[in-house]
């Protein structure tokens, strides 16, 4: 399951005009060090595979840069990161969650994560779980559609 993370990033920073991992003379902790100053916003931009990507495939490119941007040399991201990221990049789902079952359900899973870090493919369930779960989510499909 893991193994997706690995080629995933490899791929973006592929795509990106950086040499793969394999190819990169320079370590990957140096590379990775000067694509975290720049925003998700331009590294996105500068994903030339995605293009003129659609809505979907932006949302899931930005969901791996941020994670990516956020996650240590080993690709893995701290339990106390991933807190601090859903409270400042996915406020608009967390926010009044707090008293719900569920929702504690979730973060009390996270708290007792085995490996005290998350893979990408972990943060992704994490953010899944937390949508399907959320508010937001249940206002979002009360909306009428208008066509």
């Known amino acids: 399951m ?4 690995h080629s995933t990033q490899d791929q973006v920073l ?8 394999s190819a990169a003379p320079t370590s990957t902790l140096a590379s990775r060090k000067m694509t975290k ?3 998700t916003s331009k590294q996105l931009a500068s994903v030339k595979a995605l293009g003129k990507g659609s809505d979907l495939e932006n949302a899931i490119a930005t969901a791996a ?5 956020s996650s240590d040399p080993d690709s893995k991201l701290g339990k106390a990161t991933a807190k601090t990221l859903l409270q ?7 926010e009044g969650q707090e008293t719900k079952p569920k929702y504690r359900e979730i973060l009390s899973e996270l708290d ?4 005290n870090k998350l893979d990408f493919e972990d943060f992704m369930i994490l953010l899944l779980s937390i949508t399907l779960m959320s508010d937001l989510l249940q206002n979002m ?3 009428e559609i208008m066509k």
């Open 2 to 5: 893991g193994g997706c993370t």
């Open 14 to 21: 592929h795509l990106e005009g950086e040499p793969s991992p």
């Open 37 to 39: 100053s720049i925003s």
């Open 65 to 69: 840069l941020i994670f990516r941007n």
């Open 88 to 94: 400042t990049q996915f406020r608009n789902f967390t």
């Open 112 to 115: 007792e994560h085995i490996e």
């Open 141 to 143: 499909w009360s909306v």
